[in-house]
DNA sequence: CGGCCAATTGAGGATCGTCAAAGTACGTGG
DNA sequence: CCACGTACTTTGACGATCCTCAATTGGCCG
């Protein structure tokens, strides 16, 4: 199913492993910024794997192998079902990110992983990782921070979930995203989205429909252009005003635009 | 603030650390089960402290030293404030937690911790965790594992929070709380509230007026009992349908218990 | 006993889900 | 190049759920 791309060896190039992570779009999120050669290693990616729109990179449930996955390019949806068969989208995954971390303490899967786009996965031997070689202490240190700050995204998920409005959660999940491509290189005020107005709702916990009329509102208020899956933020202070749970336009306007509430 | 218990050492018995970790309540679930006498160490806990209800264990925003926390007895729960100065809480803490892994990636905390009843902690030096010696793999191995179980905690609760219906986010919140007491030794049914109603809403994304009617409806479908912050579950299958997104009730008796509704 | 805080109960209204239908893009095949 | 089918998205009407505000009850402590 998958389309491996050989590892990079066999080419006979040793260091290429090396100069792929350096030269890689996703700017080193992956690897601590303080790498030396020594630290680095060929062992680090194993393999890197092509995984085309709408495949799984693994499913729900699977032994985890003693490998990690980082987006090289791409993204990914993961999500799992209820027993209602209702999807549950448990989080977006952009190049730079590491997938499975929620599964190395259980050794399975938590939930599907499907690609939103032709995507490119790079395995990372999360045993390697942990054979106490005092060279991998950097790297180690590296993962451990970027576990501890799953954890820390996981729990802005959370807050933002407990926003009572849906307006809220909707603001929090585009300046979320923006922010995170943003951090990738990307415009930070417009984001063309991969994934269908089902995914989004079902990560935000809402309907479709009310995605598409809560989109609609924030076009209506000036904050936001909405072209199909493309997204351009107009007023980014307004959105997080509404993320925060206040509202969007200045207190000293608001009474002149309640009024004037007529397009 | 904090009644410091001077560190176990200054007792005179080398080994005390040791049996403390032993004879701990909470049954080690904060170490490796495989842990070997060489493995522990009298490094490991650097003292104890003694929290009484309603003193806070950190602050948002303090700097983390390099030190992580175990809760050895007692409760917490971690919040933040959002900009309108809403409470918003995080997660529930007892004995055998970890408290603070979000904030090793950004050196920061990024909630405020406070003792939901009389409690004590570990401190435990996460530097020393790090330091490579080769008889410490196992802790760090058992720590990674800690850190990404706790990524899977956070999804499940982002998972929870996901749910449209909120007698779901009350059912699943009892049901996870009950079976986190159970896997330290307490009654698989039977759990005393240390937080507020205001608390409990807080968490689940609602209002203590809506926690205490929805507590009400389990109540009158025989599925809990409720006396003040005392409930114990009567029907925990029931209770595991609902969280589940169905019914209580199974679908044969769904009807007549439809019609008589009248108590 | 009185005051205080937590918890409950009630009435009314805003928000969001449900169901149904129409509109729009995209790929396929003629 | 255009017709067609499919899947996604939007729009509308209606109803259920949950929030808001207010009043009441109940427990705890001085």
Redesign the pocket.
């Known amino acids: 199913m998958n389309h491996m791309i050989p590892p990079v060896s066999s080419t006979g190039i040793a260091s290429s492993y090396k100069s792929d992570c350096a030269t890689c779009l996703v700017g080193r999120i992956c690897l601590p910024s303080n790498l030396t050669d020594t630290a680095s290693d060929a062992n680090m990616v194993k393999r890197r794997s092509r995984i085309l729109r709408g495949e799984h990179l693994f499913q729900v449930d699977d032994l985890v192998g003693a490998r990690l996955y980082a987006i090289r390019c791409g993204s990914f949806k993961t999500y799992q079902l209820d027993s209602n068969g209702q999807q549950r989208v448990s989080g977006f995954h952009i190049g730079g990110d590491y997938l499975a971390l929620d599964a190395i303490g259980l050794q399975r899967h938590r939930c599907s992983a499907v690609a939103l786009e032709d995507s490119e996965v790079c395995e990372i031997p999360y045993s390697y990782l942990n054979s106490g070689k005092e060279q991998l202490l950097p790297l180690q240190q590296h993962f451990q921070n970027m576990l501890s700050k799953e954890i820390a995204r996981e729990q802005n998920n959370a807050l933002m979930l407990r926003s009572?409005?849906?307006?809220?959660?909707l603001s929090s999940f585009l300046l979320g995203l923006t922010w995170r491509y943003a951090e990738r290189g990307y415009s930070p005020n417009c984001i063309r989205?991969h994934?269908?107005?089902?995914?989004?709702?079902d990560f935000?916990?809402?309907?479709?429909?009310?995605?598409?009329?809560?989109?609609?509102g924030l076009k209506r208020q000036n904050l936001v252009e909405?072209c199909?899956?493309t997204i351009t933020l107009l007023n980014i202070d307004g959105l997080e005003r509404l993320a925060a749970g206040g509202i969007a336009i200045p207190a000293n306007q608001s009474e002149e635009m309640a009024d004037s509430d007529a397009d």
């Not at 994934?195 to 709702?201: F, H, W």
């Not at 916990?205 to 598409?212: A, F, M, Q």
């Open positions: 009572t409005r849906a307006e809220q959660r989205l994934m269908s107005r089902q995914d989004i709702a935000l916990g809402l309907t479709p429909e009310s995605v598409s009329r809560l989109l609609f909405v199909r899956r």
